[in-house]
């Protein structure tokens, strides 16, 4: 069973960043009033924050990382290890963004660069890899990038897709240290259900050619074409309300986990309302316990749980008093994970806007 | 009340019937409000009744009245 418990790896610091721009649901053109007001009220989602083409997922990880780096006064030359977590990396295939961004932020020669295209539960990926390299004490430091721009993978009249997701890049900053709290993660994947999430057309299973861009009518406002990515509403839901949950309790049961007692905050992927409020009501969470940001912000993909910590928590992960937090992430692949951490002292910039 | 009372009153809560109306051909495919989201409910207002967390192939089987039962039966709760 692919579970962990990490030991000796701090959880230093988190930053994000977002493009200032803010899209309402109102403003998309295939809702009218009424639409989006049940969108809203529904879906939850009421803003997200979409940046230009021009911007990349590295661009905001970019920045989060420049503030997250001078606020914990961390040298370049000692990071270790660069984790790159995105679906939507700068190059496709080729180069990893990692490499990039270890040139674009002047870290060593000598630092270990490695992507990471894990989608929603991304955050949780990069953690589970970085802190059991970081564990053994043969490196000492490392910087994980999370982000995405999971709106432009798709078709922009696709309605069941355009109005989940926002932009948003963040940082996460790990450290060797013997006296850390242990990290716990448990994970868990069904490669049987690929393909309620995927993207068609583009790989090397179905290259790109004139047919990928061969747009269809799917019905109730789907329209896209092959090389776009898709979304199976009712598959990804039905997954999204029954695996995590059960996941959650049963690593709570093994753990000896008290839901009330032992545990502060609840850091749900903020996939949508209804997703997080069934997750919630199921294991009879307490509501003063689970943040959200979705209403703000959408689905930021692998950012959502280090985006929920600096825009939700900001103020409480600063203190110097443990913060027992545990985070459930689901998505692609499909994938789905749980994740404990006991954190204190961490440096939590504001969040950028660029 | 007894199972078989509190699996009924689900879908006369979900779809506004009465409790008369439900037998085997209640369904997705004969009854015209039947949808994705009126599914999800049931499975909801289930799950919350009966104390069980489904699994995703339970969800989107539990197309119809009887459907449901069996799959009540499947996790341990006889109707």
Redesign the interface.
Known sequence: MACWNIQNVRFAGVSACVPKHIVRTEEFPFFDHEGAETFNNTVGIRERRLGPDSLCASDMCQAAAEKLLAELGWERESIDMLVFESVTADYHPTPPTSCLLQDRLGLSENCFCLDLPMGCCGCMYAINVAGNMLSSGNIKRALLLVGDTALRMGSMQDKSRVPLFGDCGTAVALEYDPAAEPILIDFHTQGS?HAALMTPHGGFRHPITPESFIQEDFGNGIIRAPKDTLID???V???A???P??AV?RLMEEMGIDKDQDIDYYLIHQANKMIVD?LV??LKLPVEKVPYNLEQFGNTGGASIPGLMVTRLRDQLQQDRPNRLLCSSFGLGLSWGTMVLNIKNVVVPELIEI | MNNLEKYNNIFVEVFGVDAAQLGDNFSKETVSQWDSVHQLNIISMIEESFDLMLDPEDIMACTSYHAGKEILSKNGIEI
Do not use: L, N, V
Request: glycine share 6%; aromatic share 12%.
């Open positions: 259900e509403g009712m598959a839901f039905t997954f309300i029954s695996k949950a059960k309790a069934r009501k199921k």
